[in-house]
């Protein structure tokens, strides 16, 4: 079981990674959504020095909600689900290999490049390690939540749109905090704010991941039994 | 007469018998609704003093509070009927669960709608981005999704099982919705000038107060058995058209 | 009377909000009513073309049906 899991994991990382849809394309929205931002409120730097933060984690969001539609679908409609379904790893299982593969190709590489992004917006670099431990912290969740919503919409035409409006509202603990640790670390409170952020966000985060992938694979039998 | 609690559970499964329970309910249920809100709405615009301290606005309060009550109850009998939907494969379950949702949403928009009314008047702003206000937003985006969720699904069994899992998750993510708004709320320290404490109410208003939140309940209830028999009757009329296509297209 | 109608200069306010909740309801109420008889009249219909035949397909979707 524990080899199954393991190929289903490398086998979608390996995908995502040649079709080059899967990172690459991931950092490169979230570049321009942050580039976007200056453009659009003006160069003010202390302006934008406020609004970082927030426009990181927007983008972020933004950026792992746009990948996720392609998650159980590509496999449904290629018939290699089929093959999963009927295999020795229950759906449970099949769910974490792709929430875990959709976080290594998406989430990582989005928490790697928001330091530079947040150059870009006059982040102050002392909030920049709390930046990257709350995005790394965070995006997991991201992933985990949003399997379930990926699942419920296989199948349905569009399901991308109908996707991000179901998951949206799951994100809003995620972002409320994200922002919150960088925000608290950026004022100053960098011991007692941040941390409970921090704290918060580990915790939605475990929660997720026991919680995501018995929601998505209740779905996918829903739907594709 | 000497059924079980869990076999009278699956007696009313029978979509025939709701049926009937539901048409000998729904005149009493109609009228008891129509005179508890004519009642209300006497004692909310007629027959109670303003406050001393919000006026003739804390009339609003009579449909903001209750509305904002009926959001709530909407939301958990969806969560109730999708729990037993998914539990016990309860036929009518995930039709209730269905027919709840237009009606929590068009109470949650009010309570919205109303809210803004209120606070403009009284805290000087259409919109106050505190907790309260902004979990009863993400509750109305909830709404609008499991709608949408069902919308998109064509066959009522798969949309059934999918929807009941989207309401489930939602009702386990309210809690963490609220908490986590009313921390960032406290992080933020809103400058206005509103106070979660509010008035006092006094008694004068606690009669129209209570009848208009009876008579929104009761009416949430007739609404709900009206589009339950609507919704039963959908299901019937497609099966007929699948069986007709079954005959004809073979 | 007219005191009444101005409620105290918050007239706007307070005429607009239970305004709403009854456009609201009565909204609700007549797509409900509208929905039910629809479905209803159409079932009728559907019964009577079927005559009978169709007697176990008239039963609404069970679990089991698929």
């Known amino acids: ?225 | 007469m000497s059924l079980t609690a869990a076999q009278r559970f699956h007696a009313y499964a029978n979509p025939a018998r709701f049926m009937a329970l539901s048409e000998r309910l729904l005149a009493p249920l109609s009228v008891l609704t129509l005179l508890t809100l004519g009642a209300g709405l006497w004692f909310a615009l007629f027959s109670s003093p303003p406050d001393y301290q919000q006026g003739e606005t804390v009339r609003i309060m009579y449909v903001h509070v209750p509305s904002a009550w009926l959001a709530m109850l909407g939301y958990s009998v969806m969560a109730l009927a999708s729990a037993v939907a998914l539990i016990f494969r309860h036929p009518l379950a995930d039709v209730a669960a269905k027919s709840a949702a237009p009606i929590g949403a068009a109470f949650t928009f009010l309570a919205l709608a109303t809210g803004s009314l209120w606070g403009k008047p009284m805290w000087g702003t259409w919109w106050e981005w505190d907790a309260r206000m902004t979990s009863v937003l993400i509750l109305f985006f909830l709404y609008l999704g499991y709608m949408a969720l069902w919308a998109t699904i064509e066959d009522p069994l798969r949309a059934a099982r999918a929807a009941a899992v989207l309401a489930l998750a939602g009702a386990i993510n309210i809690p963490v919705i609220r908490y986590s708004v009313v921390w960032w709320n406290t992080l933020h320290q809103p400058a206005s000038v509103f106070r979660m404490d509010g008035p006092t109410i006094a008694p004068s208003m606690l009669l129209p107060l209570g009848l208009m939140a009876a008579g929104f309940t009761l009416l949430f209830f007739t609404l709900h058995l009206v589009r339950m028999r609507a919704e039963i009757m959908r299901r019937r009329v497609r099966n007929l058209r699948l069986a007709r296509a079954d005959e004809g297209g073979l | 009377m007219e005191e009444f109608f101005h409620m105290g200069g918050y007239a706007a306010y307070v005429w607009t909000s239970y305004g709403l909740a009854a456009a609201v309801i009565l909204a609700l109420v007549w797509q409900s009513l509208c929905d039910w008889r629809r479905q209803s009249s159409l079932a009728a219909e559907l019964e009577k073309a079927a005559g009978g035949r169709v007697r176990r397909a008239a039963a609404p979707a069970r679990e089991d049906d698929r």
């Open chain 1, 1 to 225: 079981m524990r080899r199954a899991f393991l190929a289903l994991l490398a086998r979608d990382i390996r995908l995502a990674a040649g079709m080059g849809g899967g990172g690459g394309m991931a950092v490169l929205f979230f570049l321009t959504v942050v580039a976007i931002v200056p453009l659009g409120v003006g160069p003010d730097r202390p302006v934008l020095e406020l609004l970082a933060p927030g426009m990181l984690w927007v983008g972020l969001l933004l950026a792992s909600l746009l990948t996720l539609d392609r998650m159980f679908q590509a496999d449904v409609e290629d018939g290699s689900f089929d093959l999963l379904s009927m295999g020795p790893l229950p759906l449970e299982l099949v769910a974490v290999a792709k929430s875990l593969a959709h976080w290594v190709v998406t989430g990582l590489p989005l928490v790697i490049a928001a330091p530079v992004l947040g150059i870009l917006l006059n982040l102050p670099p002392a909030t920049m390690p709390y930046l990257m431990l709350a995005m790394l912290v965070g995006t997991p969740a991201l992933s985990f939540i949003g399997a379930v919503g990926a699942a419920l919409t296989v199948g349905v035409r569009r399901g991308g749109l109908l996707a991000s409006l179901l998951v949206l509202p799951f994100y809003i603990p995620v972002l409320i905090f994200g922002v919150g640790a960088v925000e608290a670390a950026a004022g100053g409170f960098e011991g007692q704010a941040a941390r409970q952020a921090l704290l918060f966000l580990a915790a939605i985060t475990l929660a997720a991941i026991a919680i995501g992938p018995l929601g998505a694979a209740a779905a996918l039998r829903a739907i594709l039994r």
